[in-house]
């Protein structure tokens, strides 16, 4: 769904942004929400304050930041052996990611919070796509499309998400569970950064508000889908104007 609704807002509201830095959108993919990893038992906002933990930059780091973290921006790599040292103290990540890592080896508490998502964004040169033949470039804007959906059902989703917090659990480090109130503990904490982001851009003559009320509408407009049903729908619908055709 990130993928998807990170496209359909692309048009209207980045792609001038992009096509100035002399690129085209090839596709977006989104990482499962970032979960936390820790080294001692974490259920509330406060039980992070102070804690050092690994993070990209970004929306993560403010994320973190806002919830009294200290971020320690590295590539999910490095994490393993930061963690080992004791550089850091907690590692957040996708739960695929850090299956793949082995982080449960170090980590001791998984807590499936979902804290923020990460969309990544893939460019490719004008030149080379406008070189193509007229008929193949059709047919690759609308893979692209459907590319975004890949990561989701291969790796990041479905069974692929279900077998990493297994394995992560097998691994040694306990799965918190925690309450709605501690939840919503988390959302009251991180709910600033929304009206700080729509205050910054405004003042930048950026249309923000919309921005996220947009992003929201549609969101909502694909909760509860499945994976199938978002394939289907991407494949019978590819999202327009990514790129001028």
């Keep these: 769904m990130a993928a998807l609704v990170s496209e359909e807002l692309y048009p209207k509201y980045l792609k001038g942004e992009y096509e100035r830095m002399g690129v085209y959108l090839a596709h977006c993919s989104a ?36 919830v009294g973290a200290i971020p320690v921006v590295m590539a999910a790599a490095e994490a393993y052996t930061a963690f080992q040292r004791g550089i850091i103290d907690a590692v957040a990540l996708a739960a695929p990611d850090m299956a793949s890592y082995r982080l449960y080896e170090i980590g001791s508490y998984y807590l499936p919070i979902r804290l923020t998502h990460t969309v990544i964004h893939y460019c490719l040169s004008p030149r080379s796509f406008d070189g193509l033949p007229a008929d193949l470039r059709v047919p690759l804007y609308n893979l ?86 978002l394939w289907d729908h991407v494949s019978a619908n590819p999202v327009p104007g990514v790129i001028g055709l």
């Design 31 to 66: 990482a499962t929400a970032f979960d936390l990893l820790t080294r001692t038992p974490v259920r509330t906002p406060e039980d992070i304050r102070g804690l050092k933990v690994r993070s990209t930059g970004g929306v993560m780091a403010e994320t973190l930041r806002q």
């Design 144 to 229: 692209f499309r459907l590319v975004g959906q890949v990561a989701k059902r291969n790796f990041y989703g479905g069974e692929g998400l279900e077998n990493a917090v297994q394995t992560i659990t097998a691994g040694g480090a306990e799965l918190l569970e925690i309450s709605a109130d501690e939840r919503q503990s988390w959302a009251d904490a991180v709910r600033p950064l929304e009206q700080r982001f729509i205050d910054e851009n405004e003042r930048l003559g950026l249309p923000a508000t919309a921005f996220v009320r947009e992003a929201k509408e549609r969101s909502a407009r694909y909760a509860g889908w499945s994976d199938q049903e």
